[in-house]
């Protein structure tokens, strides 16, 4: 998960609370605003889904 949104443009750092079989968590932050539709399509790609959008 670090590595696909770390690799979106803009994207200066990403801190992820990994819990296997549970629900996770990413912080990122960015120079500027991030594409809902791109965090989601990157984070699929990648093998993850989105539990609950803030």
Do not use: H, Q
Request: charge should be negative; glycine fraction near 12%; hydrophobic fraction near 45%.
């Amino acid at each position: 998960m670090t590595s696909a949104l770390g690799g979106l443009e803009g994207v200066e750092g990403v801190v992820v609370d990994l819990n296997p079989g549970a629900v996770s968590s990413a912080r990122v932050t960015a120079d500027g605003p991030l594409e809902p539709r791109v965090v989601r399509s990157t984070l699929a790609k990648a093998g993850f889904t989105i539990a609950r959008e803030p």
